[in-house]
């Protein structure tokens, strides 16, 4: 059910159980490789059916039930998966499934017995194109998503990863969709595949991969597609020529008026809105990393702390080392909450995430309000991780009674107080940068 054109290729239409796959001709002599992907999945409804596969298998997908190819493939698909079948609420997904041509792939539970790896992305009614890396290098396998929100060709999320993963030495690529009773448009823009080799060996000349007969013989045939494409123009304008010659209309199927040129005043509202919450989630995700490293430092800092307790712990003996250990447990004990403390902000950045998120569809006038909210609750919440983190400075402040705390090698500062105070203020300006633009 594939419908080609010239800029793209619809594996599927909207309409109930199609069946549409697309596989290359020769079989890829490649040892590693690397394949990019440029898709579209949209629908009508808040769900949609069934999904979109990405294969590399030992022989050419046959049309069959797995997103439109054979079951019992030799090689390794990545799913797109669009229907919850189980019932978990984890779908949309990615889920990565190998087979060594004789498992029957899992419907009923979205493939979760058998996955590799999988992770949980929403590909589906996208404002850009979703974008998908997927790297075979060494035995290991990785996955990578852009979301569609960002215009940035090179916005990759890491996905799943599979190790140790053996995959046959050569093989076809192709891309297959499928729908049920729900229906999506499965569109494929792009389908890039680059060979990897390690450093310092020979790259081989592509002249050697494809024969020369087989590239007059592959132009041909598009020369030959092109002219027929060129005659269903030709006989559609034929059958419809009171479309022709009317200003702002082309004659194809897809009719344009002259009103749609032109933005209307919800329309341009939308744009705006959306323009501003995609800033606000792409701010909130580099706050999120930040949170990361602040994190993975503290770590390492309560974990430096008590491999000194245990050195010098055992090295000082009497009453005086029971103190100095107290007080070092004390201190311990304060860094704990710190990172609890930062735990909950990455928490409430999540959750703030997932509300603009559903709040990029137009006329949800709930999911803003809501968004609204969770922002005035982290404004209080950093409020309250303030006055924590200034009540366990001054409580840890040296004092003549108190026995000093050993010396330990210099570790970098990640949460002084003056980062802190930039990063409150930061949020602080954003968050009253979006209320002015409400």
Request: glycine share 8%; charged share 25%.
């Amino acid at each position: 059910d594939a419908i080609p054109s010239a800029d793209q290729i619809r594996i599927t239409t909207s309409l109930k159980s199609q069946r549409g796959s697309v596989w290359t001709k020769t079989k890829s002599i490649f040892e590693y490789w690397e394949v990019e992907v440029t898709f579209r999945v949209t629908g009508r409804g808040r769900i949609g059916a069934d999904g979109l596969a990405i294969w590399f298998t030992e022989e050419q997908g046959l049309e069959g039930p797995v997103f439109g190819a054979a079951d019992k493939w030799n090689g390794v698909g990545i799913f797109f998966d669009s229907f919850d079948n189980d019932g978990k609420k984890n779908n949309p997904g990615v889920i990565v499934v190998g087979n060594n041509g004789k498992l029957l792939y899992d419907h009923q539970n979205d493939g979760s017995t058998q996955a590799l790896a999988s992770c949980q992305r929403d590909f589906r009614n996208k404002p850009y194109p979703v974008r998908v890396k997927i790297t075979y290098y060494q035995k290991t396998l990785t996955v990578l998503i852009n979301n569609g929100f960002t215009p940035d060709k090179e916005d990759y999320e890491f996905c799943a990863k599979v190790e140790d993963m053996v995959l046959p030495s050569q093989g076809y690529f192709g891309i297959s969709a499928a729908t049920g009773g729900l229906a999506d448009d499965h569109d494929v823009l792009s389908f890039l595949t680059f060979q990897l080799t390690e450093p310092g060996k020979e790259v081989p000349t592509p002249d050697a991969e494809i024969p020369q007969k087989d590239k007059e013989k592959y132009q041909e045939e598009f020369e030959h597609f092109q002219q027929e494409l060129d005659k269903k123009k030709e006989e559609f304008q034929k059958e419809h020529p009171d479309v022709q010659g009317q200003p702002g209309k082309t004659a194809c199927p897809f009719f344009l008026s002259a009103d749609d040129l032109f933005e209307t005043v919800s329309d341009r509202e939308l744009r705006q809105i959306f323009e501003g919450q995609n800033r606000i989630h792409l701010e909130i995700k580099q706050l999120n990393r930040q949170l990361d490293m602040i994190l993975d430092e503290q770590r390492r800092y309560v974990s430096a702390v008590t491999d000194e307790i245990a050195k010098r712990g055992a090295g000082v003996p009497g009453q005086q080392g029971q103190v100095s250990q107290q007080d070092i447990e004390t201190v311990v004990k304060n860094q704990e909450e710190v990172i609890r403390q930062v735990n909950e902000i990455r928490n409430s950045m999540s959750d703030a995430l997932r509300l603009i998120t559903g709040a990029q569809h137009p006329g949800s006038a709930a999911g803003v309000y809501e968004t609204t909210q969770h922002f005035n609750d982290i404004k209080e919440h950093l409020h309250v991780v303030k006055r924590d983190i200034e009540h366990l400075v001054q409580r840890n402040m040296p004092s003549g009674e108190k026995v000093k705390c050993p010396d330990l090698p210099p570790f970098p500062s990640c949460l002084s107080t003056v980062h802190f105070f930039i990063f409150v203020a930061v949020q602080t300006v954003l968050f009253i940068g979006y209320i002015m633009y409400r």
